[in-house]
């Protein structure tokens, strides 16, 4: 697990950064924000995030994720609006299609403003949109 990894590394090095991912179909916007935000701090500004929409089918199902191309990439979109104000430290009132935020905020804040870089691959043209 890569945040487990991440957390233990970070207090060890001091210029090494960390990629880890965030799974919009396995993870709330808010919990993925905090966990974001936690372990900026902790690495003291060293997080690269990268957004997983999915993977291979057979590991999507084995995740519990059993929703359409199409699908991953809405829930996708509409997570990153979410996390992206939550870690720009806007407290969120969200109704949406996949996700209801009531009162979404973080404590604590990332170190990097307004959040620590993202990295999102993908060449259909769904994940074109998304990326945009």
Do not use: C
Not at 84 to 96: A, D, I, P, Y
Not at 108 to 132: E, I, K, N, R
């Amino acid at each position: 697990d890569s945040w487990v990894i991440a957390s233990a590394l970070a207090p060890l090095t001091e210029r090494l950064r960390f990629l880890v991912a965030v799974r919009p179909g396995l993870q709330s916007p808010t919990l993925a924000a905090r966990m974001t935000a936690t372990l900026d701090r902790i690495s003291n500004g060293r997080l690269l995030i990268n957004v997983v929409t999915g993977g291979d089918p057979l590991e999507n199902k084995g995740d519990g994720i059993f929703l359409s191309h199409a699908e991953r990439y809405e829930v996708t979109q509409e997570f990153l609006q979410v996390y992206k104000r939550v870690l720009s430290g806007e407290t969120v009132e969200h109704q949406g299609k996949h996700f209801r935020i009531e009162d979404g905020r973080l404590l604590f804040p990332p170190v990097q403003t307004p959040y620590p870089p993202l990295y999102f691959g993908g060449s259909s043209d769904a994940g074109s949109t998304v990326a945009a």
